[in-house]
């Protein structure tokens, strides 16, 4: 599938506003940024296991399409939602569990990239990553 693959963090688009927006300290943001984020994905049918590494910590997260469940972000905000796939793009809608807003996240692969969006109360950022 088009997701497989280890993908590396490249370089990101407005996140120091997001995880602002998102309420993650000023330290938190600073270290979030340089994370070295590396994310290895594959995909069988309607199943994904996605494995997340950075400099803070290694999780390892399995979900199937429609099906919803808990994550945490690095910095602690638990949320709870599913992803949907719409065309070559996978869609994810995640509601925060301290304040039920919702956090959207994008994946879809143009080129040699995995860009990553985020949406959240109107602030979008990207993270874009490339094959390793």
């Known amino acids: 599938m088009t997701f497989n693959g280890t993908w590396k963090i490249d370089r990101n688009d407005n996140y120091e506003k997001f995880m602002e927006q998102m309420g993650i300290n000023m330290v938190k943001r600073k ?21 997340e590494s950075s400099n803070f910590r290694t ?6 399409l429609g099906v919803t469940f808990d994550y945490s ?8 939602g599913s992803w949907t796939m719409e065309g070559d793009m996978l869609k994810g809608l995640f509601n925060r569990k301290d304040n039920g807003k919702l956090l ?19 602030v979008d950022a990207k993270r874009i990553f490339k094959r390793s």
Not at 31 to 51: R, Y
Not at 59 to 64: A, C, E, M, S
């Open 31 to 51: 270290l979030a940024s340089h994370d070295n984020l590396k994310i290895t994905i594959e995909q069988t049918g309607d199943k994904f296991q996605v494995k």
């Open 59 to 64: 999780i390892d997260i399995n979900f199937t």
């Open 73 to 80: 972000l690095a910095d602690g905000t638990e949320l709870t």
């Open 104 to 122: 959207t996240t994008t994946r879809i692969i143009q080129g040699d990239e995995l860009i990553q969006s985020y949406n959240y109360e109107g």
